[in-house]
């Protein structure tokens, strides 16, 4: 998984959108067994604490879980995920609506867009 | 937590300038924090002190209750600007003398950092690049299991694939019992690996804080922050 | 940690000088050889010219060299790049003056040494040996005769003098270093200046007291051997004097007043 930081948001929120994006795209699957904090940390190239932040935000959104023993892991529960597949594409087509909106552009006029582009795509 | 370095009113005046003034600041163990400032705006001077090559002209400095001197420099792991291992010495040379002297250095971890970047130990010093001494050095330092890493510009003027091997060797390394501080004027390569900052700004303390909380509070990173803390 | 930081600086420096000792030692057997098969005639005789400027040369530097060498190793190892690693190592700054100091002593009289054995590998022969014998008593008889009973005295008082005034110039050159260094910027001409400074402020000083010394005796030295026993011990006593001074301050630079560039 390719991790890619930019700078105005605390970067362990960061952290949590991008391991939830990769739970969402299928990358982790559910139940995968996650590498360990320091793994993940050199990997992003961030401080171990702060990856730590961001595996005990998981946890608290149940998205990911600790076994004591064994280390941590994907949840299993597919509906929570899906739950999440929502929320997420729902904040990503709002942001983008937003600036449509910004640009003046109607929601019509950037449906036809999405058509005509998807068309142009499929050719 | 417990408080491993603690500056009070620490001053140190060089004849009649002053390279730092009246700093109150108090680290402590498990975090990875940035001393950031323009160059000549007190850094190393702070470091030197801490290292005991510097005496403080007032104020007290304290590493693990200690003051610099024998017991400090048992669990302080220093790595200076300069190049400061011999040039006749074999790399295996550099080792059996920080095994010696070091109670906390770990021969086997840094001779697996040595055989990771494929260095002959029976090479000597005067053979390698100076980029290549310098992860030699960075690789004895960060082998002693110290309490206080003191990395005075690691990544100052090296490229982009050895600051990524510095830092992933600093991540590496990383120990909740020790405090890690890298003092550095290019602060975006780093600020991601960083838990805190201290800005300092002509010998004085500027600002210190958590970098989440930098971001959180300010909305921006900690790179734009500084340039504008430092404005010219 | 003196044995550890003793066995590192004699390994740091050995290095060097003893492939320098054993040079002169191998060069005074081949000019034995040389000296004594006589087959170089005409165009060859060079060889052997060559071999004994070679091997005078050897001597030279095993003694000055040896000099040499301490001087420039306690500056590069303590005031330059490396004194970063010396200084902060958990030892305490007068054990890395004690270390230096204890090897330039070793070196010194290895060298020492070194140049009497490579003399005897030169010309030692069995009747030779036996001339220097002579020689020897004959210089213990004269000094028995001089110096009556307390001959032995002389002697001892004579090695203390050589060793005490070897102490004083080698700590005399550290505190000059340590002086030098707290001139920014020119630190090697600032070493040269504080030992030029410092050895002419101690010479007036010791001519001042000797001048005061021999105006309260007056000239009541009586019998030539007393001499010694006067001259002997001022000149230790002297000499341990500065060594200590020169000593605390070089220690006192190097734990309170250390400015590495």
Same mark, same amino acid.
Request: include cysteine.
């Given at each position: ?123 | ?232 | ?152 005295? =002389?002697?001892?008082?004579? %090695? ?5 005034? *070897?102490?004083?110039?080698? #700590? /005399? @050159?550290?505190? &000059? !270093? ?14 040269? =200046?504080?030992?030029?400074? %410092? ?5 007036? *000083?010791?001519?001042?007291? #000797? /001048? @005061?010394?021999? &105006? !309260? ?19 230790? %006593? ?24």
């Amino acid at each position: 998984m390719q991790w890619e930081l930019n700078t105005d948001k605390p970067v362990y929120l960061q952290l949590v959108e991008q391991i939830q994006a990769g739970i969402i795209s299928g990358i982790y699957k559910p139940g995968d067994k996650l590498p360990s904090v320091r793994d993940l940390a050199i990997k992003a190239t961030v401080s171990p604490n702060t990856m730590q932040r961001a595996m005990t935000e998981l946890e608290r959104d149940g998205l990911v879980y600790a076994n004591r023993t064994s280390g941590r892991f994907i949840t299993s529960d597919e509906e929570l995920i899906g739950k999440l597949r929502k929320q997420y594409i729902t904040q990503v087509i709002q942001e983008f609506l937003d600036k449509m909106d910004l640009l003046g552009v109607n929601l019509e006029e950037t449906i036809s867009y999405i058509n005509m582009i998807s068309d142009n795509n499929k050719k | 937590m417990s408080v491993i370095l603690e500056c009070r009113s620490l001053t140190k005046k060089y004849g009649s300038t002053t390279a730092l003034s009246d700093l109150n600041l108090s680290l402590e163990r498990g975090r990875i924090v940035g001393l950031l400032g323009p160059n000549g705006s007190g850094k190393t001077t702070l470091i030197k002190l801490i290292n005991g090559l510097l005496v403080p002209s007032s104020g007290t400095i304290k590493i693990n209750g200690f003051e610099p001197g024998v017991e400090s420099k048992k669990i302080v792991s220093y790595l200076p600007e300069k190049t400061y291992l011999p040039d006749w010495m074999k790399v295996s040379d550099a080792i059996n003398f920080f095994k010696d002297f070091f109670a906390d250095f770990d021969e086997k971890k840094a001779y697996e950092m040595l055989d990771h970047l494929h260095l002959d130990s029976s090479k000597r010093l005067k053979a390698l690049s100076k980029g290549t001494k310098e992860k030699v050095q960075l690789i004895l330092v960060m082998s002693r299991k110290a309490d206080l890493y003191c990395l005075d510009e690691p990544i100052g003027g090296v490229d982009p694939a050895a600051r990524d091997y510095i830092l992933n060797t600093i991540i590496t390394n990383y120990n909740e019992n020790a405090c890690v501080i890298i003092s550095t004027h290019l602060i975006a390569d780093i600020e991601n690996v960083l838990d805190e900052v201290i800005f300092i700004k002509e010998g004085y303390l500027q600002l210190h804080a958590s970098v989440d909380e930098i971001r959180e509070k300010e909305g921006k990173s900690i790179d734009s922050l500084f340039r504008e803390v430092f404005r010219c | 940690m003196l044995r550890k930081l003793l066995k590192h600086e004699l390994y740091a420096t050995g290095k060097y000088l003893l492939p320098i000792y054993g040079i002169t030692l191998i060069l005074s057997l081949v000019n034995r050889l040389v000296i004594n098969v006589d087959i170089f005639n005409g165009a060859l005789n060079f060889i052997p010219v060559f071999m004994m400027i070679a091997y005078v040369i050897s001597i030279i530097a095993s003694l000055f060299v040896t000099f040499i060498f301490m001087i420039v190793r306690f500056y590069k190892n303590l005031m330059s790049d490396e004194g970063y690693l010396m200084f902060t190592l958990p030892v305490k700054p007068t054990q890395l003056v004690n270390s230096k100091l204890i090897t330039s002593i070793i070196w010194t009289i290895v060298s020492v040494i070194t140049i009497c054995l490579s003399l005897l590998l030169l010309i030692a022969t069995p009747e030779r040996l036996n001339d220097f014998k002579n020689a020897l008593d004959e210089i213990f008889y004269v000094f028995k005769a001089s110096f009556g009973k307390t001959y032995a005295l =002389v002697i001892i008082e004579f %090695i203390l003098m050589i060793i005490s005034s *070897l102490f004083q110039s080698i #700590l /005399l @050159i550290y505190v &000059s !270093i340590a002086v030098g260094h707290l001139f920014n910027g020119h630190r090697v001409l600032g070493s040269f =200046v504080a030992y030029f400074v %410092i050895s002419t402020a101690v010479q007036i *000083l010791i001519t001042l007291l #000797l /001048l @005061i010394v021999a &105006s !309260i005796s007056g000239s009541n030295i009586e019998t030539m051997e007393a001499i010694p026993h006067m001259v002997f011990p001022f000149s230790i %006593i002297v000499s341990l004097l500065l060594s200590t001074a020169y000593y605390s301050a070089t220690s006192y630079i190097f734990s309170r007043k250390l400015n590495l560039e």
